[in-house]
T-cell receptor, first 109, second 113 residues
């Protein structure tokens, strides 16, 4: 079993829908990261959080440390949100990240 | 702001050839990483470095070598390329403070035929 599991693996929705992507992990972490990878391949960091909730524009990330679970929400989704969203965790005491397999999101106009 | 620069962007190698993937960052980051991304799989750590002169193996180091002679550069060397090394390679860097985000390069798409 992978240390970081994301669901769903693929998600297709219509423009305007509310999107939720989930991430569960099985190890002690120092922080959880959400990353976005566009079709061109570049990877950018969206959020880094160790507790509670963060919001940036239409994106919201939450984490429940006790349940070892995080969610990424997108409100009023748009075709330009189409990308692969990657969850990664920083392992406690280590200098590296462990990555989920990614969720491929497609928003249709 | 250049950030993390990877070269080349694309390369085709024949089995048994060798090459070096270049990675440079201009943010004075101590930590640098090399990952490979295979289709449908998460990023896998090949090697990482916490500073000049210090490198360590990640999850999938076999068939690769690295060096870190300066803070800015972290080249990845493939010796005796094999088809299993066909992948997209990403370099990343971050500040040494705990829980800093990683900054990624645009990737190198490598095919071994």
């Amino acid at each position: 079993k992978n240390e970081v599991e994301q669901s769903p693996q693929n998600l297709t929705a219509q423009e305007g829908e509310f999107i939720t992507i989930n991430c569960s992990y099985s190890v002690g972490i120092s922080a959880l990261h959400w990353l976005q990878q566009h079709p061109g391949g570049g990877i950018v960091s969206l959020f880094m959080l160790s507790s509670g909730k963060k919001k940036h524009g239409r994106l919201i990330a939450t984490i429940n440390i006790q349940e070892k679970h995080s969610s990424l929400h997108i409100t009023a989704s748009h075709p330009r949100d189409s990308a692969v969203y990657i969850c990664a965790v920083g392992i406690q005491g280590a200098q590296k990240l462990v990555f989920g397999q990614g969720t491929r999101l497609t928003i249709n106009p | 702001n250049a950030g993390v620069t990877q070269t080349p962007k694309f390369r085709i190698l024949k089995i048994g050839q060798s090459m070096t993937l270049q990675c440079a960052q201009d943010m004075n980051h101590n930590y640098m990483y090399w990952y490979r991304q295979d289709p449908g799989m998460g990023l896998k750590l090949i090697y990482y470095s916490v500073g000049a002169g210090i490198t360590d193996k990640g999850e999938v180091p076999n068939g690769y070598n690295v060096s870190r002679s300066t803070t800015e550069d972290f080249p990845l060397r493939l010796e005796l390329a094999a088809p299993s090394q066909t992948s997209v390679y990403f370099c990343a860097s971050r500040r040494h403070d705990s829980n800093q985000p990683q900054h990624f390069g645009d990737g190198t798409r490598l095919s071994i035929l």
